[in-house]
Structure formats: structure tokens, C-alpha cells
């Protein structure tokens, strides 16, 4: 079974700052995807950025950006030029792109609190 | 606003009572999840339907139950509640089957059980 790991619970930042999410993952296949999704206080659910395995270039979405190494399995967020409004719990999220039994299922981390200061 | 639409938003009920949780997915998508999120577990996969069939199954007690109708909307059963079934129960949708587009998550039920 596949597992997601945030290290991270809680992190903060300066407004315009940088700040980097770090997410690690454990599986065993080969092609699969990698997201990151923020919850706001309203709990909404949102999605930030998505990365397919099997491309090597690194997705990148307006502020965000992510380093996404498959052989340490490693996925991290990098918030560019943070923002108040990018304050949030942030989840990273693994999808097997199997289908078979898993199908639209993803297995999400615990989650990391990002507190962003004026 | 993601287009999916949940109902309640907010739940209060008393320990071996059951309740139903509505979903509506966007216009358009055929595949609904359900996801459980807890302090103490996280955000938990339940249950996947697609076009009124179940689809996956992931960590759903057998108090639980789903179902999808022909107008697509779906709704969560949980029965005999607990303390511990207390969370915030999301509904997600999408195009298709195996998630190779966007999930959409709506704004989720608050559950509480007292």
C-alpha cells in the first residue's frame, strides 16, 4: 500500500517570502501522480498543483512550484512571493495511475499548517 | 465555488443514531468519492462510485454504506454512530473513472456525534 508522509506540521512565512512543503511517498509502482491540495479556512478542498512520474520536468503554477525527485520519492511544494490568502492547511496527495482496483482513489499526508505573517 | 454541492453542512446527532449525507456532483461528472477527515486519521478514503456502480473501496466501516442514483448524486449512510464517527466527511467528483482529471471537492459535512 502506498503511504504519504508530511514531516511537516506546521510552518510559517513572511509575506513575499518563499516557503518550501516537503512530502515524501512510498510505493512500489512505477507510474502514478503526485499532487498538492490546500484547505482554507473554509474547508474547501483546492488543488494546487499536479505532477505526472513520468514526466521529469518539475510542474510549475503561477507562485508554486514543485521539486519532484522519483528516486528519493520525494515531492515538495515551493510557495513563491508568499501571500496572505495562501495561508491554509496543505495536504499532498498520491494517486496510482494503475486504475485497477485503486481507481480515482487518493491517499492523502497529514497535512501541514501554513501560517503566512504580514 | 467547485460545483459540488454537499447537504447538510452541518450535522449534530447522538450516539446509535443514523444519518445521510448528500452529495451532488458537478454538472457533467459521472465519478463520486467520499472521503472521511479526523484528527486522528486524517483524511481517509471511503468509498468511489462511477455511473451508479461502486467503483473502489477503501476504508469504509460496514456501519458505513453509499450509493449512487441515476441522477448521479450520492449519498453517505452511517449507522449505529459512534464517538469516534465524528469528522469532517468530504464528497469529491470528477469526469471519470480513474481520476486521470481534476477531483472537485465540495465543502464537506460537518459531523458530530454526541
Known amino acids: 500500500a502506498q503511504t504519504v508522509t508530511q514531516s511537516q506540521p506546521e510552518m510559517s512565512v513572511q509575506e513575499a517570502e518563499t516557503v518550501t512543503l516537503s512530502c515524501t511517498y512510498d510505493t512500489s509502482e512505477s507510474d502514478y501522480y503526485l499532487f498538492w491540495y490546500k484547505q482554507p479556512p473554509s474547508r474547501q478542498m483546492i488543488l494546487v498543483i499536479r505532477?505526472?512520474?513520468?514526466?521529469?520536468q518539475n510542474a510549475t503554477e503561477n507562485r508554486f512550484s514543485v521539486n519532484f525527485q522519483k528516486a528519493a520519492k520525494s515531492f515538495s511544494l515551493k510557495i513563491s512571493d508568499s501571500q496572505l490568502g495562501d495561508a491554509a492547511m496543505y495536504f499532498c496527495?498520491?494517486?496510482?495511475?494503475?486504475?485497477?482496483?485503486?481507481?480515482?482513489?487518493?491517499?492523502f499526508g497529514q497535512g501541514t499548517i501554513l501560517t503566512v505573517h504580514p | 465555488d467547485s460545483g459540488v454541492t454537499q447537504t447538510p453542512k452541518h450535522l449534530i446527532t447522538a450516539t446509535g443514531q443514523r444519518v445521510t449525507l448528500r452529495c451532488s456532483p458537478r454538472s457533467g461528472d459521472l465519478s463520486v468519492y467520499w472521503y472521511q477527515q479526523s484528527l486522528d486519521q486524517g483524511l481517509q478514503f471511503l468509498i468511489q462510485?462511477?455511473?451508479?456502480?461502486?467503483?473502489a473501496k477503501g476504508n469504509i466501516l460496514e456501519r458505513f454504506s453509499a450509493q449512487q442514483f441515476p441522477d448521479l448524486h450520492s449519498e453517505l449512510n452511517l449507522s449505529s454512530l459512534e464517538l469516534g464517527d465524528s469528522a469532517l466527511y468530504f464528497c469529491a467528483s470528477s469526469v471519470d473513472e480513474a481520476l486521470r482529471t481534476e477531483a472537485f471537492f465540495g465543502q464537506g459535512t460537518r459531523l458530530t456525534v454526541v
Open positions: 462510485y462511477y455511473n451508479g456502480e461502486e467503483r
Open positions: 505532477q505526472e512520474a513520468y514526466k521529469q
Open positions: 496527495a498520491y494517486r496510482s495511475a494503475d486504475g485497477g482496483t485503486s481507481y480515482g482513489k487518493l491517499t
